[in-house]
């Protein structure tokens, strides 16, 4: 009877020790952070072979500044997401076009990150960079005129084809207006060969 009180008392004690070692904030669930920016492009309207149908995401600017051709929505198992090559563009011609965020406000959040993905196809030479900027307008005119910080993001280079390659989480926390958006430029050209196919996915900035 004794052994069987003592082992009564062994675990209750042992329970309490227990207990007593565990903060009630160790069970606190951290809140979650919404997305500031998320797009997958999986609202917009996907063309297929020659048919091409422009990104006209509400926000965002689409432009070509030196020939016709657009970002344009693409779809491959059950996926869509943005593409561009220079390749189907017309002879002789030179690429330079733009996809600009929807500005967003960072004036009150803090330690924001920025992510993307992107696959290449039929590699022929590098056509992506990727910026941030303050203080563009959001007109196609203003494209010229606004400041554009070069980011550094991994992207995907000869012999990493028809993979989605993340970016990494690159820091935007520097920049803390209310009009910070987010650009991809594809620069190609018909005439000179470099026309590599580039597909981007999955744009999120969020907070740290």
């Not at 005119?141 to 990493?160: R, V």
């Not at 989480?169 to 000179?192: C, E, H, I, P, W």
Request: glycine share 6%; charged share 20%.
């Amino acid at each position: 009877m004794k052994n069987i009180f003592k082992s009564v008392f062994m675990l209750a004690a042992t329970a309490g020790l227990l207990t007593s070692c565990v903060n009630e904030d160790d069970f606190d669930i951290p809140p979650v952070k919404e997305l500031i920016l998320a797009e997958g492009f999986e609202t917009t309207t996907t063309g297929s072979g020659s048919n091409e149908v422009p990104i006209a995401l509400e926000g965002w600017t689409n432009y070509n500044r030196t020939a016709t051709r657009k970002w344009h929505s693409r779809i491959f198992s059950d996926n869509k997401y943005a593409e561009f090559s220079s390749f189907y563009s017309d002879a002789g011609t030179n690429d330079e076009v733009w996809l600009i965020s929807p500005a967003m406000d960072l004036s009150s959040t803090a330690n924001e990150l920025f992510s993307f993905e992107t696959k290449i196809r039929f590699w022929a030479g590098a056509c992506l960079t990727v910026f941030v900027s303050e203080d563009f307008d959001g007109t196609p005119d203003g494209i010229a005129t606004a400041t554009w910080t070069e980011l550094n993001p991994t992207l995907p280079g000869s012999g990493q084809e028809d993979v989605f390659v993340n970016s990494g989480d690159l820091d935007l926390s520097s920049f803390n207006s209310s009009n910070v958006r987010v650009a991809f430029k594809y620069t190609g050209s018909k005439q000179t060969g470099v026309t590599t196919t580039y597909q981007l996915d999955n744009i999120k900035v969020f907070e740290n």
